[in-house]
């Protein structure tokens, strides 16, 4: 008679089993028989990948009504496969399944698909999702991933969270917001996560999806210890759009990081947050980082406001006294071809002879691009729609100089 100890062990043993193999009833009784662990040892001795694949091309092929039939034979092949460590040849098998599914879908193949993705799988095909470079390779990885729901989501997840390469970091979140309703329960979970790497990456994620419910998650980041966390809600912000996403992100233009600051003035002005326009200008007096100005001077030139100019222009001119960095002066010009009131057009005239070349360039640049554009405009619009604008005005943008001056009453230069 055995030990009470090895008793315990082998009652330890078959619970775990349990937890692995579904029970089959013995005879008519309600007794359940529980497999071996030697008996599944052996099961996977047997694991061959090519009697699998044969075993799955009958499947596949077979009629609706053979199926039930063929799929057994999968399962017990793709058993032999997993207990074995195999699980490449699963990846594969999923893969192919969720691809070949057709329309009207193929039920089926779906179902058989899920049975095989255990998360091992699932992993193995998160992994082949970040390490591929070529679009349709992406894209069909995308599709097995949005057939698969939830097992791949909580995969995918896993794989962010571990990843450093920033293409993989994109495909990954790509493949969450293509799961839609079966990843956001997956993202929900990760915004309440304790590193802060999990949580950016949910941000992201709500990002991309969109929506009110996006909007109220991502808020309780804007308040993370973390700047990048910060940083990444602003942009997520800015993303997903509304009143209520500008009302957030117009909260944020004084953070006392950079980079925060820098993402919360972007969004404000990819939003046209009107209310941030009094704030920026503030910010356009007393900051100090040159990109942060930079952004500064973005968002004054997607607002538009008139009255903003004479701000601008103190970015802008370079004087004597004052010589502010190449990149905020090209900012504080792009912002002035924007806004363009006739006093924003005379300081591009003048940029257009500055002395610093690089700027000389880039703004002669703008101003034709501007009147190109202006041109584009005016030729999609309808002869009745536009009044003979040429015929009134005598000129057309296109007549400007390359040096973008205005023309004078007499229709020649000023200057």
């Not at 973390?226 to 942009?235: K, Q, S, W």
């Not at 009044?387 to 001056?405: I, N």
Request: aromatic fraction near 2%; glycine fraction near 8%; include cysteine.
């Amino acid at each position: 008679m055995p030990e009470p100890d090895e008793k315990k062990l082998r009652g330890m043993a078959r619970s775990i089993d349990a937890l692995f193999e579904e029970p089959e009833g013995s005879g008519g009784g309600g007794d359940v028989v529980w497999e071996p662990v030697a008996e599944r040892s052996s099961r996977a001795e047997e694991a061959d990948a090519e009697a699998f694949g044969i075993a799955l091309d009958r499947f596949v092929d077979s009629r609706p009504l053979e199926r039930d039939g063929r799929a057994q034979a999968v399962r017990e092949e793709a058993d032999a496969l997993r207990d074995a460590g195999m699980l490449d040849p699963l990846a594969d098998a999923v893969e192919r399944l969720s691809l070949t599914t057709g329309d009207p879908l193929d039920e089926a193949c779906v179902a058989m698909a899920r049975r095989l993705l255990t998360p091992g799988v699932a992993s193995r095909l998160a992994a082949r999702l970040g390490a591929t470079r070529e679009e349709e390779r992406r894209a069909a990885l995308l599709s097995v991933c949005r057939s698969m729901g939830h097992e791949m989501a909580l995969a995918v997840s896993d794989a962010l969270s571990d990843t450093t390469d920033r293409f993989a970091r994109r495909s990954f979140v790509d493949a969450m917001v293509a799961m839609g309703p079966d990843a956001m329960g997956v993202v929900e979970t990760m915004v309440e996560d304790g590193r802060w790497f999990v949580i950016r990456n949910a941000v992201a994620i709500l990002g991309e999806v969109g929506g009110d419910r996006a909007v109220e998650l991502v808020t309780s980041s804007l308040a993370h210890p973390d700047a990048r966390v910060r940083r990444e809600a602003l942009l997520s912000l800015a993303k997903v759009g509304g009143e209520d996403a500008g009302m957030l992100v117009y909260g944020m233009i004084e953070d006392p990081d950079p980079e925060v600051r820098l993402a919360a003035v972007m969004a404000a002005g990819e939003l046209k947050v009107e209310r941030a326009l009094k704030p920026l200008l503030s910010m356009l007096e007393e900051e100090s980082e040159p990109e942060v100005l930079v952004g500064v001077l973005h968002a004054l030139g997607r607002l538009g406001d008139p009255g903003a100019v004479n701000s601008i222009e103190k970015r802008a001119v370079a004087s004597f006294f004052s010589r502010p960095p190449t990149d905020v002066r090209i900012a504080a010009y792009r912002a002035l071809v924007n806004i363009g009131t006739p006093h924003a057009r005379k300081l591009l005239d003048d940029a257009c002879e500055d002395k610093d070349l690089e700027v000389r360039t880039v703004v002669r640049q703008m101003v034709r691009a501007k009147a190109a554009r202006k041109e584009a405009e005016q030729d999609a619009t309808p002869p009745e729609a536009s009044g003979s604008t040429r015929e009134r005005s005598g000129t057309s943008p296109l007549d400007l100089p390359a040096t973008g001056r205005d023309p004078g009453p007499s229709g020649r230069t000023g200057g």
